[in-house]
């Protein structure tokens, strides 16, 4: 199992390139099963959530050829409604395959999802959508199988903002008979890149960024390019260690109006930041100061940013409050922050964190995707060798991260 070395205490210097978005590429790579024309992608992150989802895109019949970050989908041969558990089991986003197929086919048989460990994230409104819109839908032995000779149109109120959730039913409502109104639809720019792509491919959306999305089915979908859209997560992450660690960095290919509220914390903590086009210069010549927070759904501040922005206070000039909303798991980071001597206390869903002089390097586990994308910010900061352990996490939603820090000062390699 690989690990993460890191000796910390250096400033960081040059450009990092963003990568394609991870939870824009997932719903985008599904809806290649809506269509049997080619489906020409680019900006696709190399991650291993992108891996698995085309491994379980193939195992469908759909045809998928790959060259670095360009994917070409075709869907002119799927022969299998199935999205078996040796699959979905690692990935949560599988459960994305289930409106496509159900929508195109007709059927789909889907096994219960899995993903990391940070909340139950159950996936009842993706089924009660569906039923809405005359699916008949069982939930045996572990599988969702779903059937409909056509889906109809139908009003759908989710019970809460989810993202997958409104992904499935809007891709599912494009190919259904009628019209689709989703209210309380997440708003999040992977859902509105999602939505424009499917545009191009031929469906009738409105209401596309705001929390009402009307669609008119269409008998069928065509093909089309699309380029998926720079991944603001792990922007913010990069911007994060070097408010953690100070140096100057230029975060290249980027788009700065997905994360303004990130921004907007950034610069509260001190960073120096100038944008230019889709170039963010960051520079840190202090200790951040602390900035408190609470996670909610988009345009707020987003739970993928809450483990690194507790990371940097660990060391900023004062204490701060953190509130997590979304998800009830999301807190697994502190005891390890907390080896390396980070002051965090947690009462309920609310951490509390006091500003310490230093971190000190120490083992440390990596627990779900964000926690270890905190951990390596700790270790950048802290005094010493810091080894993070169960880095694959890491790996599902950063596109060689070690890499892309090293090339700009950082001391860390993978260990095999």
Avoid at 294 to 300: A, K, N, V
Avoid at 350 to 377: C, E, H, N, Q, Y
């Amino acid at each position: 199992m690989d690990k993460l070395q890191i000796v910390g205490g250096k400033r960081l210097s040059g450009d990092i390139p963003i990568s394609g978005a991870k939870n824009a590429a997932l719903p985008i790579l599904c809806a290649g099963l809506l269509t049997a024309d080619d489906l020409r992608l680019s900006n696709v992150p190399r991650l291993h959530d992108v891996r698995t989802m085309l491994r379980l895109l193939e195992q469908t019949g759909l045809k998928v050829t790959q060259d670095d970050e360009n994917v070409v989908l075709n869907g002119g041969a799927i022969d299998t409604l199935v999205a078996p558990y040796e699959l979905v089991k690692t990935m949560r986003a599988s459960i994305l395959v289930l409106g496509p197929l159900l929508a195109r086919f007709g059927e789909a048989k889907v096994s219960l999802p899995g993903g990391c460990a940070i909340g139950s994230r159950p996936v009842d409104q993706h089924i009660k959508g569906l039923r809405a819109m005359g699916a008949e839908i069982t939930i045996e032995g572990g599988y969702i199988h779903a059937r409909a000779t056509r889906l109809k149109g139908a009003r759908i109120h989710t019970d809460m903002i989810t993202v997958t959730g409104t992904e499935n039913l809007l891709m599912a409502a494009t190919l259904a008979e009628g019209e689709t109104v989703l209210e309380n639809a997440a708003r999040e720019p992977e859902v509105t890149d999602l939505a424009n792509m499917l545009v191009a491919m031929g469906a009738k959306i409105e209401g596309i960024g705001t929390d009402r999305l009307v669609i008119q089915g269409v008998e069928r979908l065509h093909g089309t390019d699309h380029a998926v859209i720079s991944d603001r997560i792990e922007a913010a992450t990069f911007l994060c260690a070097v408010a953690a660690t100070g140096g100057d960095i230029r975060i290249t290919r980027t788009r700065t109006d997905i994360f303004d509220v990130a921004l907007v914390k950034l610069r509260e903590m001190g960073l120096q930041l100038t944008v230019e086009g889709d170039t963010i210069r960051a520079r840190m010549d202090a200790r951040p100061q602390p900035v408190s927070f609470r996670t909610t759904e988009y345009p707020g501040f987003p739970t993928d940013m809450q483990a690194q922005f507790m990371a940097v206070n660990t060391i900023a000039n004062g204490p701060s409050k953190v509130t997590e909303t979304i998800f009830e798991n999301r807190f697994m980071h502190v005891q390890e922050m907390n080896r390396l001597g980070a002051q965090i206390s947690t009462e309920g869903n609310t951490a509390f964190i006091k500003g310490v002089d230093r971190l000190v390097g120490a083992p440390v586990m990596a627990t779900d995707l964000r926690a270890s994308a905190s951990l390596v910010i700790a270790g950048l900061v802290a005094e010493g060798t810091t080894l993070i352990d169960r880095i694959y996490h890491l790996d599902r939603g950063y596109d060689r991260m070690e890499a892309k820090l090293s090339a700009v000062g950082a001391e860390i390699v993978r260990i095999k």
